[in-house]
């Protein structure tokens, strides 16, 4: 049998929730990954969606489904153990029924045994089962899914489309009559709200998954998080005080050869605060994400300089907590990527890629990473940073398709010709100095003659990705961020 929790949580309103829930940990014995995954929209496909909502008009709802997984019927025989006042408690509620199931384990402690009808929260198969269940509903009402995404779901209503998105229980409705979206809140109310009525929130502000939708100005959205950086910037301890311009000094990627390690409470901090920037970096702020990603690298022996690291980063979002990213797009058809690659910046000698895209103003994607392998020159730097983004490059021109836009214009934007054309001719253009490069650095090669990407050469200068393949300083640094955050320069922080 499963152990029985009861578990407290302080939502964003500062409500406090109880939801009990089994401790599945016994169920990964038995249970394979895929009846266990929980399949949740991608962050970039919210952006996406987000993205169309504010470009087309949209009405946009959020809404949360009380109690999911227990309106979800559970699909094999599980028992759960309540012990202690859990089971005092339960037995309370309903003498008559109960009292007779209640008994004492060999210590003496309450304990009572009872079977699941319902997919309660803990076991490890839930998530799945309330997904199955949505879909066959959302499929039944006229939805087809997104094959590129299994959390988004799309249908023609009226000559328009209406967009679901969902990431376990919580959902975004968007659709450009509000009529529309108020017809599916009902059919969801119906299904779903029979004990406890849908938690729904309407107009141009939504608390969705940890950040702010704020569409009040037409034709854009603006992701915020301030209030998660406020109390993050709270938990700090008094050494990490003041702000600071950039993230990230110069050295950012240099390692003592004998650095002196964090003790364990450090060390603790040092982690907690780094898993919370990724958070943040991967949603409202990637204007950190370079420092973020020499940060994560580092928390299993993090050292004083590392430390140090953490609070520079730490200091410049104090002093630009008021910095938002806001989306637009000028033709959602139309999909601009900037990739670049700085060479051998690493103690290991490896390179960095960093990459961007846009379908407008602001970017909906992007990524900072050490490469993996080490490479000879700077030209084969940048091919094996095009392929780190390849498939994200991809994957979003199949993911519109799949919403119903085809894409007209796939563009990569590089700064290094002859990594452009290796990329436009493969192997055809290679000569010693780069005929060893492994073949699947050629896979581009592919995608740019099947016409599903074609590569422009851009000015180093104007090369966003550029910001996230090193610790930039001054007007270069504030320059490109304004450009990622699609910042005007009347409010640049």
């Not at 509000?178 to 107009?203: A, C, Q, R």
């Not at 095009?386 to 007209?408: C, H, M, N, P």
Request: overall charge positive; proline content about 3%.
């Amino acid at each position: 049998a499963l152990n029985y929790l009861m578990c407290l949580k302080e939502k964003r309103s500062g409500k406090i929730k109880g939801r009990g829930c089994a401790d599945g940990r016994k169920q990964r014995l038995y249970k394979t990954k895929e009846e266990t995954s929980a399949p949740t929209v991608a962050i970039e496909s919210l952006f996406l969606t987000c993205t169309i909502d504010a470009k087309e008009r949209r009405t946009v709802a959020t809404t949360d489904i009380p109690g999911a997984f227990m309106q979800t019927d559970i699909d094999e025989v599980i028992h759960v153990r309540l012990e202690g006042p859990l089971a005092t408690l339960l037995a309370k509620v309903n003498p008559q029924l109960y009292n007779k199931y209640l008994e004492s384990d060999r210590k003496g402690k309450p304990v009572m045994y009872v079977k699941l009808k319902k997919a309660l929260y803990g076991t490890l198969q839930a998530a799945m089962l309330f997904w199955k269940d949505l879909t066959l509903k959302l499929k039944r009402w006229g939805y087809e899914i997104n094959p590129y995404d299994w959390c988004v779901a799309n249908k023609m209503v009226s000559g328009a489309q209406c967009t679901v998105v969902w990431h376990v229980d919580d959902l975004k409705i968007s659709h450009v009559d509000p009529t529309v979206v108020e017809s599916l809140l009902d059919l969801l109310d119906g299904e779903y709200g029979k004990i406890n009525p849908l938690v729904t929130t309407h107009g141009k502000l939504h608390d969705y998954l940890g950040m702010t939708l704020d569409y009040s100005d037409d034709g854009n959205v603006k992701i915020v998080m301030k209030d998660y950086i406020t109390k993050m910037l709270d938990e700090l301890p008094d050494d990490m005080n003041g702000e600071a311009a950039t993230p990230a000094s110069l050295h950012l990627f240099s390692i003592r050869e004998n650095p002196v390690l964090l003790d364990e409470a450090n060390s603790e901090l040092f982690h907690h605060f780094t898993a919370k920037l990724l958070f943040l970096s991967k949603r409202a702020r990637p204007d950190i994400q370079t420092a973020v990603s020499f940060l994560t690298k580092r928390v299993k022996a993090p050292d004083e300089d590392d430390y140090k690291k953490l609070r520079r980063t730490m200091q410049y979002l104090r002093g630009s907590i008021e910095l938002l990213l806001t989306l637009e797009a000028d033709d959602v058809r139309v999909i601009k990527w900037w990739v670049d690659a700085s060479y051998a910046v690493h103690d290991d000698m490896k390179s960095h890629t960093g990459g961007t895209m846009s379908m407008g103003k602001g970017s909906i994607y992007s990524a900072s990473k050490t490469q993996r392998l080490n490479t000879k020159s700077s030209t084969e730097a940048e091919l094996v940073g095009v392929d780190d983004v390849s498939a994200q490059i991809l994957w979003t021109r199949y993911f519109l398709e799949g919403q119903g836009y085809l894409v007209k214009d796939n563009t990569l934007y590089q700064d290094n010709q002859s990594a452009m054309l290796l990329e436009n001719n493969g192997r055809a253009l290679s000569s010693k100095r780069t005929r060893h490069i492994n073949v699947r650095y050629f896979f581009v090669t592919d995608r740019i003659k099947a016409k599903e990407l074609n590569v422009e050469y851009c000015p180093t200068g104007e090369m966003v990705a550029d910001y996230f393949t090193k610790p930039l300083q001054g007007s270069a640094f504030r320059k490109l961020r304004d450009i990622i955050m699609n910042v005007s320069r009347r409010t640049t922080v």
